[in-house]
């Protein structure tokens, strides 16, 4: 496939990749959107599967996709959704306190989006810089008074910044680890950025978490790697990077907030680490059949909602969607979820709406058409927002179905 790039090794220890965690097939690309006159074209599709490491339990897909193809223009738009600006906004309202960030300081992210968390850097009076790859993305968080580079982070990004005379306070890194084929060489920017002093922090989606939850929808392109603290923390240590808290969180399906410190700076350990790290033994994360099991729990998801969706039609029962996510695109895809099973997917984001999902070409609609089409079930494809919209949709007036989430089985939420 042009432009991909096949590993059979570890991108992080050189280890073997003998043991799927699952293999999806060939799935196009969740983010890759169909505008409608070119829906007789054929799509780039990919393989996607998630192998693990043998050696250090790394879990990645052995097939990438260039990061250019993903992330150049994008259309995810972290502040659509109102929680998750909020819970950026308590994460710097505490950081600013526990790591006493001032005037004096520099807040950095990496992949900050439209500026959904340095927004509260800079009214804070904090000086941040984004780096956001994605052109189209940046140009809003600028907008939105955030001063962002639009470029890939990576050594070489660090190497310039640091010889332009900047070092991080605090360099924050939500929902991008996973994200970056060259993880290694990543974490070493990182380390050549951070100030003595500094810390990084990251959030992103726990391993542990997608097994437990049957989560196999999280697993698409831009996810190169599902990531444990087992897995992560010697790629952190390689880099000069040593770890000295964490937090577990509930967003995007139960994620990890990890605080490192550069190891000649080194930090005090917190005890919640050697918690998280005995809780990702017993979940049997340092053991091989652990994924090796994952792939059979994929099915019972898939015909939960095939079912669910032929017995709605059985019953002349209306079924649209909400929220275009990379995951519902995913599980709609891979469950051969069609137009005739579900119309439409509403989705909030602008830069969404008139468009058609990759595959099966389902169009994204917006709000509106709730009230207007009023299907009898409304299907919350980011389960992991399921509360801000369940919320939304049941004040939404001229609609008054029932709402369905599709993980780990489709079940029909009870009303408020
Ligand atoms: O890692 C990633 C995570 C953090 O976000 C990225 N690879 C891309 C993205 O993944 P996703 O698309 O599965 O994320 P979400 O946040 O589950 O997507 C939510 C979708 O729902 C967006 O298209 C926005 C939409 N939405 C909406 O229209 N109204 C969401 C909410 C909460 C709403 O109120
Ligand atoms: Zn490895």
């Keep these: 496939m042009s432009g991909t ?125 984004g780096i956001e790859p994605a052109a189209n993305v940046a140009a809003e968080a600028r907008r939105r008074g955030v001063p962002t580079e639009q470029r890939f982070f990576s050594r070489r990004t660090a190497e310039d910044l640091v010889g332009r005379g900047l070092k991080a306070s605090m360099i924050v890194a939500n929902n991008v680890l996973a994200h970056v084929p060259g993880l290694v060489d990543f974490l070493a920017g990182v380390a050549l950025l951070l100030a003595p002093e500094g810390v990084f922090v990251a959030e992103f989606p726990h391993l542990r978490e997608l097994i437990a939850g049957d989560q196999f929808d999280t697993i698409y392109h831009e996810h190169v790697f599902y990531l444990s603290l087992l897995a992560l923390e010697p790629l952190l240590r390689a880099a000069g990077l040593s770890l000295f808290d964490v937090e577990r969180l509930p967003t995007h399906g139960g994620s990890l907030r990890i605080f490192a410190a550069r190891t000649d700076r080194r930090r005090p350990e917190s005890g919640r680490l050697a918690a998280v790290r005995s809780l990702e033994r017993d979940a049997g994360l340092d053991r091989l059949q652990t994924y090796a099991a994952f792939g059979e729990r994929i099915e019972p998801v898939r015909r939960s909602l095939r079912g669910f969706l032929a017995g709605a039609r059985a019953r002349g029962r209306g079924v649209m969607a909400f929220g275009a996510a990379a995951k519902g695109i995913t599980l709609l895809n891979y469950c051969g979820v069609t137009r005739r099973d579900i119309p439409a997917i509403v989705d909030e984001t602008p830069a969404k709406q008139g468009k058609l999902i990759p595959g099966s070409h389902i169009p994204i609609v917006g709000l509106d058409q709730l009230a207007a089409q009023r299907p009898d079930f409304v299907l919350i494809l980011p389960w992991n927002h399921k509360d801000e919209i369940a919320a939304k949709l049941r004040r939404l007036r001229g609609w008054s179905g029932e709402l369905v989430l599709p993980v780990p089985r489709t079940e029909v939420l009870a009303a408020a």
């Excluded at 969740?30 to 599967?49: F, G, K, W």
């Excluded at 897909?61 to 502040?79: A, H, I, M, Q």
């Excluded at 600013?96 to 989006?113: C, K, M, W």
Aim: charged share 25%; glycine share 6%.
């Design 5 to 129: 790039i096949q590993v059979a090794c570890c991108r992080g220890c050189g280890g073997p990749l003998e043991t799927d965690l699952a293999d999806l097939g060939t799935m196009p690309l969740a983010n890759r959107l169909v505008d409608p006159a070119d829906a007789a074209a054929i799509e780039p599709a990919y393989p996607l599967r998630a192998r693990v490491c043998s050696r250090c339990m790394l879990v990645q897909l052995d097939v990438t996709v260039p990061p250019e193809r993903l992330f150049g223009e994008y259309v995810y738009f972290s502040s659509t959704s109102k929680a998750w600006v909020e819970h950026a906004r308590h994460f710097v309202d505490e950081a600013a306190r526990r790591f006493g960030l001032d005037r004096d300081s520099l807040v950095v992210e990496i992949a900050s989006n439209d500026g959904y968390l340095l927004r509260h850097v800079v009214e804070r009076g904090i000086p941040a810089l």
